[in-house]
């Protein structure tokens, strides 16, 4: 039996002085507005590698992993289908900012003065800001 599978993604949240790492988006869907940086996960790749990855491709920053900040899974988060959005809290290791990929622009933003944002990515700042 062929099952319906949704897809997956990453989303790396990176502060730096109190403010968030936003990405203004190249392509659709929400095409010309701010997210977290991330993308899909591929084949044979693991998540925490994707996220990496993802951030570099977006930011042209390395980073690591902190820790894993949560997980999404609401199936109208992406308008593209069901996506499982694994989030992840990274530090930056070496690089400067400058966008590439998917990533018009990239910005920091206070948390007090956030653009609109992307798919479900205000719940997830939001959720962040209640722990921190």
């Keep these: 039996?062929?099952?319906k599978k949704p897809s997956i993604t990453v989303d790396g949240i990176i502060i730096k002085d109190n403010k968030i790492l936003l990405i203004k988006r190249r392509n659709n869907p929400f095409k010309n507005n701010w997210a977290l940086p991330g993308g899909f996960v591929e084949y044979n790749e693991k998540c925490e590698d994707a996220v990496v990855r993802e951030i570099k491709e977006e930011t042209n920053l390395d980073t690591k992993i902190i820790r894993l900040f949560g997980v999404y899974s609401d199936p109208e988060r992406d308008p593209r289908g069901h996506t499982i959005s694994v989030i992840y809290l990274l530090k930056i290791v070496s690089g400067k900012p400058h966008s590439g990929d998917d990533a018009k622009e990239i910005d920091y933003f206070s948390f007090e003065n956030l653009?609109?944002?992307s798919f479900d990515?205000?719940?997830?700042?939001?959720?962040?800001?209640r722990e921190i």
């Design 1 to 3: 039996m062929n099952h």
């Design 121 to 129: 990515h205000d719940k997830i700042i939001q959720d962040l800001r």
């Design 115 to 117: 653009p609109k944002l």
